[in-house]
């Protein structure tokens, strides 16, 4: 009997030993999904987001934007045929095309225009055209109010500076006008970020050059896009602005070009 008893014993010892191991070992695990985290920090989705509308002064202001987030695949040409947006974005091939600086009666641009590492015009003192927007050999894109040391694959001399170092700028003109404005900004992850502002109503018009810092901090805000520099570029009727979601042509031809390709 005690023998019975002793066998019975040592198969449940055995029995729940074995049913430990399986689980412990042998048995699938179960996958726990992790708790979602914040978002990281970075461009948010464009989607469902532009192009945003904006109350201004009793208008309304649309803003569009290109986020360029390969600086090497930017290009920058000056249009020396006079060619029409249309043209030159078929002619270069490009999937966006934005403006870029002032040109002279003669169509030559006005300050330092460095088009593939080759110098077509010179920089030129000015109170208005005090900023450089350029990009160098290590695909960085930069806003300066220097010319960069560095050798440098295009360069653009255009203005005012809008925003610094994360500080917006007051703007003190003698002139200005109601016009669409396009600019160019740099984030701290170091993207390029090209905008377009324009009055719903009238595509060629828009806001004061004066009122660009406070659209600007209020475009970042309603946006979630934060710009450590800004630069305002060409504006008005000479504006360009094309991407995959908006199509502003320019009235009159445009000097030069900001061209994104694949």
């Not at 945003?52 to 000056?78: M, N, Q, R, T």
């Not at 828009?206 to 305002?232: Q, R, Y």
């Amino acid at each position: 009997m005690k023998k019975k008893i002793l066998l019975l014993f040592f198969l449940t010892a055995v029995f729940i030993l074995g049913l430990t191991f399986y689980k412990t070992v042998l048995s699938p695990k179960e996958t726990i999904a992790p708790a979602s985290g914040p978002a990281v920090l970075g461009i948010p989705s464009r989607e469902d987001k532009e192009p945003l509308e904006l109350e201004w002064g009793g208008s309304k202001i649309k803003v569009s934007w290109f986020v360029a987030d390969d600086a090497s695949k930017i290009f920058l040409y000056p249009n020396s045929g006079k060619l029409t947006s249309k043209d030159f974005m078929a002619k270069e091939k490009c999937k966006f095309l934005v403006n870029s600086g002032y040109y002279k009666a003669d169509f030559s641009p006005t300050g330092l225009l460095i088009s593939e590492y080759q110098k077509v015009s010179s920089f030129v003192a000015s109170k208005t055209a005090d900023g450089i927007f350029s990009v160098n050999d290590f695909a960085t894109p930069r806003i300066t109010s220097e010319i960069p040391k560095d050798r440098l694959r295009l360069a653009l001399q255009a203005g005012p500076i809008l925003k610094e170092n994360s500080f917006k700028k007051v703007l003190k003109l003698k002139s200005d006008e109601l016009a669409r404005r396009v600019i160019v900004g740099v984030t701290g992850a170091n993207q390029a970020v090209f905008i377009v502002f324009y009055d719903s109503q009238s595509v060629y018009k828009g806001p004061f050059l004066s009122n660009l810092p406070d659209l600007v901090e209020k475009f970042e805000k309603a946006s979630g896009i934060i710009l450590a520099d800004v630069l305002n570029l060409d504006g008005g009727t000479a504006s360009v602005f094309i991407s995959d979601k908006l199509n502003l042509p320019e009235a009159v031809f445009s000097g030069s070009f900001f061209c994104a390709k694949q």
